[in-house]
């Protein structure tokens, strides 16, 4: 595909057939991390490591400032499995308008 000038293109293919393959390497690699971080973060915090007490005083902190429900909002936030680095986070909204 020539672009401003016939010199100057973008020459190439794409493997359309691997894409796929290709994405869910990407993903699984995303997801083996994630897993890490959540183990690793459970192991913090059994030590008491001083990041993951930051962190379990952070989620209360988020906790007490969205149980007033500033503007409106709702959020709900909580850790999984006592694990202050996985946060699941709900968020309540309301109706922008009645339309």
Same mark, same amino acid.
């Given at each position: 595909?020539?672009? +401003?000038?016939?010199?100057?293109?973008?020459? $190439?293919?794409?493997?359309? =057939?691997?894409? /796929?393959?290709?994405? @869910?390497?990407?993903?699984?690699?995303?997801?083996? +991390?994630?897993?890490?971080?959540?183990?690793? $973060?459970?192991?913090?915090? =059994?030590?008491? /490591?001083?990041?993951? @007490?930051?962190?379990?005083?952070?989620?209360?902190?988020?906790?007490?400032?969205?149980?007033?429900?500033?503007?409106?909002?709702?959020?709900?936030? /909580?850790?999984?499995?006592?694990?202050?680095?996985?946060?699941?986070?709900?968020?309540?909204?309301?109706?922008?308008?009645?339309?």
């Amino acid at each position: 595909m020539p672009f +401003e000038i016939q010199s100057n293109g973008m020459y $190439g293919k794409f493997n359309y =057939k691997d894409l /796929e393959a290709r994405l @869910l390497k990407v993903r699984e690699a995303i997801d083996a +991390e994630t897993e890490l971080w959540v183990e690793k $973060g459970g192991e913090a915090f =059994k030590a008491g /490591e001083l990041s993951s @007490l930051h962190l379990e005083s952070q989620l209360k902190q988020c906790q007490a400032h969205f149980s007033s429900n500033p503007r409106g909002l709702t959020i709900n936030i /909580e850790n999984e499995h006592e694990n202050p680095f996985v946060w699941t986070v709900v968020l309540i909204l309301s109706a922008v308008s009645d339309h």
